[in-house]
């Protein structure tokens, strides 16, 4: 593909150089459909990111599309703060008969502002606050958020230091397989909690990712999950699962703890919640917990009605048969990891090892530098991805749950093509 150089210059000269995203990929994109992005000059660009899973359901999805559109011409309330509106109903109702019904969820539902980490934070708050404590348990490579209370239990040491304070009352423990498998699940933690010398105050709640997304596709598998729940139980503590990316179908399951047959005590949800990606998150508890007083957590823009709007739409299209569309997204993860393995035997060399669940894949490379040179490269050949991992080592591939065999098809060549192109 040839590319002309684009014009940047009001976003270099005016954005702030806290821009990201848009340096590894230079040029300014126009409209996007399905799994496909074009930009200005007509380039045609195949989505493996998928707005770093807030588009689970491709862009501009036509049926949410149609739906938003009715709802804005009927003049329909846009922001409601938490007033009850209908739209807010119907999501809720909807919310309640296809999705915790069926799976036996008890929860109440939260609406605490319009990002993942408003919903971390709210999560942080209500644990501390039902268990009067102020520990949170984290792990390695966590990421759960930009915000000071999301920061304090998130691993990268980069995202951390943006804080510029010190962020306390979070404690690291090793995530599955940190240590190779040399010593038994959590056996650090418990000797911790069973030890008045320590030093660690027994924690309100633990906090984790099943899959770790910006941690570098870390899986955990769900024996070690199980036994979290069970250490969170014996001990008194909330089990948060931050399901915000890996959440909404990522890993074949609506939620991605299913797998592992646990009940989180709270899970927080957002990014491909409103299918369309307009910001919404949920905060989900158990309703004993419920013990908020009235505003004692509140947000201007918690009530994002459109996102109600397209979220209730999502769930009756993709959900109300919610195996069909998990026995899709696991079929097209074995497209993935064929194509993966296959590159694995390739460069063996090259490729520490590739990892995933469903549509949520990635592969490590043993020179730091080289996930981005492919990531670069992909770009340059019509393929958006990105890179993940605390020194970026791991190529992310996150493609929408509604991309099409033959797409995926399409973008596992090219990304085979800038392997090869970068070895």
Request: glycine content about 10%; aromatic content about 10%.
């Amino acid at each position: 593909m040839t590319i002309t150089q684009p014009d940047l210059s009001v976003f270099e000269t005016l954005e702030s150089e806290v821009r990201s995203y848009c340096r590894g990929w230079p040029t300014v994109f126009d409209r996007a459909q399905g799994s496909r992005m074009y930009d200005e000059d007509g380039h045609t660009y195949l989505d493996f990111f998928a707005g770093a899973g807030s588009l689970n359901y491709g862009h501009n999805n036509p049926v949410l599309k149609r739906a938003l559109i009715d709802y804005i011409e009927r003049d329909g309330v846009t922001h409601g703060l938490d007033m009850s509106t209908s739209a807010k109903r119907n999501f809720l109702e909807t919310f309640q008969n296809v999705i915790l019904r069926p799976r036996d969820l008890p929860y109440k539902v939260m609406f605490p502002g319009p990002t993942g980490t408003n919903a971390v934070e709210s999560a942080l708050k209500l644990a501390r606050k039902v268990k009067g404590r102020e520990s949170i348990v984290s792990f390695t490579n966590a990421f759960h958020g930009m915000s000071l209370g999301s920061l304090a239990v998130t691993g990268n040491a980069f995202k951390r230091a943006g804080a510029g304070i010190p962020l306390v009352h979070g404690t690291p423990m090793p995530f599955d397989n940190y240590l190779d498998g040399r010593t038994p699940d959590f056996i650090w933690f418990e000797r911790l909690l069973e030890d008045s010398g320590s030093g660690l105050n027994t924690p309100a709640a633990v906090i984790v990712e099943t899959v770790q997304g910006e941690g570098g596709i870390n899986v955990a598998r769900a024996e070690w999950l199980r036994k979290l729940a069970d250490v969170c139980e014996r001990w008194d503590m909330l089990l948060i699962v931050d399901d915000i990316q890996m959440g909404c179908g990522r890993t074949g399951a609506f939620f991605s703890f299913e797998e592992a047959g646990i009940t989180p005590d709270i899970v927080t949800v957002s990014k491909s919640i409103s299918g369309y990606g307009l910001p919404m998150s949920l905060c989900l508890f158990k309703p004993e917990l419920d013990i908020w007083e009235p505003g004692e957590h509140n947000g201007t823009f918690r009530g994002n009605n459109p996102a109600f709007v397209t979220a209730a739409a999502a769930l009756e299209t993709y959900w109300t048969d919610g195996p069909a569309m998990e026995k899709q997204t696991l079929a097209r993860g074995e497209q993935i990891e064929e194509t993966l393995a296959a590159l694995r035997a390739e460069y063996s060399d090259d490729i520490v090892e590739y990892r995933g669940r469903g549509l949520v894949w990635g592969f490590e490379f043993r020179d730091k530098e080289r996930a981005n040179k492919v990531a670069r490269r992909a770009f340059e050949l019509g393929l958006l991805i990105e890179t993940s991992g605390p020194e970026g080592e791991v190529v992310k591939l996150l493609p929408a749950l509604t991309i099409t065999p033959e797409e995926l098809e399409e973008g596992l060549r090219t990304l085979t093509r800038a392997v090869r192109e970068t070895a």
